[in-house]
């Protein structure tokens, strides 16, 4: 059997894709430029690691199931005013979530609290941590089938993986109150346990006519804002002001 054929077979063993692509190409260069055997070595393995990490980053993405990738570069932070830039691009740093604390982003429709929401969190799927996007309402309905199905203990297991869920949504649709009580055990849950990321156009105040329960708001409100930090969107819709933009540069 041959060197390169034994090699192969060896680096398939090893699972060591990217070396087996490589180590050809980096042995001539090394040559062609008097490299040291280690300087070799540690350039192979170097490429074999990037590109790991490369593809653990590229399936945290796909394991989070955002809607669509948003990120900060891409969002205009002068269309509202009342947003805190500087705020926003230090939790970007992903610092919160070893720490277990929640955002909280609150605001009118359209003004870019989805767009963040997935901006932190991919920021967080780049920095190593497992990421789960859901709206409020699927959330619910997801917990209520795994509680129908007696499976509910396992799929929450599951969630206490993720070290950081975003929830998008709160109070566009008003919930029953089995649904209200399941976000409440689910938040309660993750209570200093994991983050979480919560977009909502209503103020804290006005979060019963969603649940209904005053009680189980406060209880939930409670355990959602302790370690909480708060983002307001005010101003004008976001998106209608892109939308603006873009028909002008079109009709230009």
Known sequence: MSTDIHLTLILKQLRLPTVLSNYQKLAM??????????????????SEANQRELNSRKYRISEARFPMLRTMEEYDFGAIASLNQSKVLQLSKGEYIPRHENIALIGGIGTGKTHIAIALGLSACQQGYRVRFYTVSGLINELMEASESHRLSKLEAHLMRYQLIVLDELGFVPFSQSGAQMLFGFISQRYQRGSLII????????????????????????????????????????????SLERQTKDSS
């Open 29 to 46: 260069e090394a040559s062609q430029n008097g490299q040291k055997y280690e300087e070799y070595l540690l350039a192979l393995l170097e």
């Open 199 to 242: 977009t909502t156009n209503l103020a804290f105040a006005e979060w019963t006519e969603v649940f209904g329960d005053p009680r189980l708001t406060s209880a939930l409100l409670d355990r959602m804002t302790h370690h909480c930090h708060i983002l307001e969107f005010s101003g004008k819709s976001y998106r209608f002001r892109q």
